[in-house]
T-cell receptor
Framework: IAGITQAPTSQILAAGRRMTLRCTQD?????MYWYRQDLGLGLRLIHY???????GKGEVPDGYSVSRANTDDFPLTLASAVPSQTSVYFC???????????FGPGTRLTVL | AQSVTQLDSQVPVFEEAPVELRCNYSSSVSVYLFWYVQYPNQGLQLLLKYLSGSTLVKGINGFEAEFNKSQTSFHLRKPSVHISDTAEYFC???????????FGQGTTLQVKP
């Protein structure tokens, strides 16, 4: 059982380039989330999806887009990367009740 | 709006000493509270959660937390820490309106030999 996988593990990206971070879960969870983690700021929600086919904006959505074509996958796209998007990105999912979220191992993104 | 405040950004402590990591929340509705741990270069792992019932919650690795409604706190404690407990700890509250987790800024626990 893998839980949540994220790819790539790390990436260095030139400013202005397009980048998609991948997230896949095998727990059949309805809800999925993307966070960014920055020193001193904790985790901030970028986008979320309560179920396949629906998405919503979190606390810091600007410059990011998501899609949820099926239950398992929740990719995050940076259409034109900027240096302020340098961060560690975590994908998470949650099932029915309890509110507990399960996290992936993260993607470390550096935008130069 | 709900929020979470972790009162200490860093907590240095010697091995085998007790530790308390403080967390306060603001909420006008029923709360679900969580503590997560993040070891270096890893994702977040659930330590414990409070949903209802007993206000003293026991989690993994010998950690426990106490829900105090009157003080709106959910402090994390361990009676004797190990070097392996060195990590970042996050307190979080589940928003009753949105169903999403709201995280505190994190507390770095540094256990020294």
């Amino acid at each position: 059982i893998a839980g949540i996988t994220q790819a790539p593990t790390s990436q260095i990206l030139a400013a202005g380039r397009r980048m998609t971070l991948r997230c896949t879960q095998d727990m059949r969870h309805n809800a999925m989330y993307w966070y960014r983690q920055d020193l001193g700021l904790g985790l901030r929600l970028i986008h979320y999806s309560n179920t396949a086919g629906t998405t919503g904006k979190g606390e810091v959505p600007d410059g990011y887009s998501v899609s949820r074509a099926n239950t398992d996958d929740f990719p995050l796209t940076l259409a034109s990367a900027v240096p302020s998007q340098t961060s560690v990105y975590f994908c998470a999912s949650s099932g029915q009740g309890g509110g507990e979220q399960f996290f992936g191992p993260g993607t470390r993104l550096t935008v130069l | 709006a709900q929020s979470v405040t972790q009162l200490d950004s860093q907590v240095p402590v010697f091995e085998e000493a007790p530790v308390e990591l403080r967390c306060n929340y603001s909420s006008s509705v029923s709360v679900y509270l969580f503590w997560y741990v993040q070891y270096p270069n890893q994702g977040l792992q659930l330590l414990l959660k409070y949903l209802s019932g007993s206000t003293l919650v026991k989690g993994i690795n010998g950690f426990e937390a106490e829900f105090n409604k009157s003080q709106t706190s959910f402090h994390l404690r361990k009676p004797s820490v190990h070097i392996s407990d060195t990590a970042e700890y996050f307190c979080a509250v589940l928003s009753g309106n949105t169903g999403k987790l709201i995280f505190g800024q994190g507390t770095t626990l540094q256990v020294k030999p």
